[in-house]
């Protein structure tokens, strides 16, 4: 078995989409893994035939050690938080009491859940990830693989040390892995993103037909600039994801902008939304109060209304309700607001 920076096993908090998929190409390369998962279905099917991932990088099945969270022994070192964001407090509460003393977490999520992470175990202990590779569990214990993109690492004040170093060395196999000195940049910029994301699941359609929609395409842009400047106005430094700059919405609304949104998901198979899927697939909440939500809070707490945001976020839980459909004229409704 190969080890990690502090040695010893890797343990993965959510078998899901990130953390079943990354799981997968690290037992591969010999490193000792174990998946934590709480949905007794997905947890029994991996147990019984294995993990299968399909999709861009082909056929692949892994035969994983995988455990529901009251089954997990410690101490855990290397730990990979891999839940929505929206579980991250629950699962920091029994992660906590079984992390060693030189264990840390790394977090595979969306949203600033390093912030929680740091607050309840230590900044010390806590490792940022940008991830932006697409996934989706399409029954339990198969998992399609819908688009690569690099992971992003980096210690929470900029510190390229040993341990970062080490860890990027042994995500490699999974993929690409960058460390950077401006985790939170990117970070911060992933959370604009995901705003534009989020106003793509107002209609039932693919993300690039969406935002090459005049009327729609439109009110995103406006969402877009008013989700930036939260992060301008906090002195985050925005780093460019795949071709999307956040400050480049600040300036007049222009085709080409968003056309390098439509080319990228063009690329992809997973063509819609993560939260697009939630709902319509799998009729469960959405992360929208620990993404957008998050991101309205820090607004108003620098004396940014968001008004856009804020009813981004009223919609989504109409959608998740039935209490709204998904039409065009949400886009309507929303540039109104």
């Known amino acids: 078995m190969t080890t990690t920076a502090n040695g010893g096993r890797i343990t993965i908090w959510g078998a899901g989409a990130m953390g079943g998929t990354v799981g997968g190409w690290l037992a591969r390369a010999g490193h000792d893994v174990q998946l934590v998962d709480s949905d007794l279905a997905h947890v029994a099917a991996i147990r019984t035939a294995g993990l299968r991932v399909t999709g861009m990088r082909g056929e692949h099945r892994f035969d994983l050690d995988i455990v529901t969270p009251d089954e997990v022994d410690g101490p855990l070192g290397t730990t990979i938080l891999a839940v929505k964001c929206h579980h991250t407090e629950a699962a920091l509460a029994q992660i906590g009491p079984l992390l060693a003393d030189d264990g840390y977490v790394l977090s595979l999520q969306n949203g600033l859940n390093e912030e929680l992470i740091a607050r309840e175990l230590g900044e010390a ?47 490699g196999a ?20 995901i705003s534009l994301l989020f106003a793509t699941t107002l209609v039932d359609a693919p993300i690039y037909e969406v935002v090459r929609r005049a009327g729609a395409a439109e009110v995103i842009y406006q969402l877009v600039a008013e989700a930036t400047s939260v992060p301008l106005g906090l002195g985050i430094r925005l780093e460019e994801l795949h071709g999307f700059q956040p400050v480049a919405y600040l300036g007049e609304p222009g085709a080409e902008t968003l056309e390098k949104v439509a080319r990228f998901y063009e690329g992809q198979t997973k063509v819609r939304s993560g939260s697009w899927r939630d709902i319509v697939v799998h009729h469960r909440r959405t992360q929208v109060d620990c993404l957008v939500g998050a991101l309205v809070a820090k607004g108003i707490g620098l004396g940014l209304p968001l ?8 919609m989504i839980h109409e959608l998740e309700t039935g209490a709204r459909q998904m039409r065009w004229d949400n886009f309507e409704d929303l540039e109104s607001y």
């Open 174 to 193: 999974f993929g690409d892995t960058v460390v950077t000195p401006n985790i939170w940049g990117y970070l911060w910029s992933k959370l604009c993103f």
């Open 125 to 171: 202990r806590t490792v940022g990830c940008f991830v932006n590779f697409s996934a989706d569990i399409v029954e339990p214990g198969v998992i399609e693989f819908g688009g690569e993109h690099p992971l992003y690492i980096g210690e929470l004040d900029g510190h390229a040390g040993r341990r970062i170093r080490g860890l990027a060395a042994t995500l």
């Open 307 to 314: 008004p856009l945001n804020r009813k981004l976020v009223a």
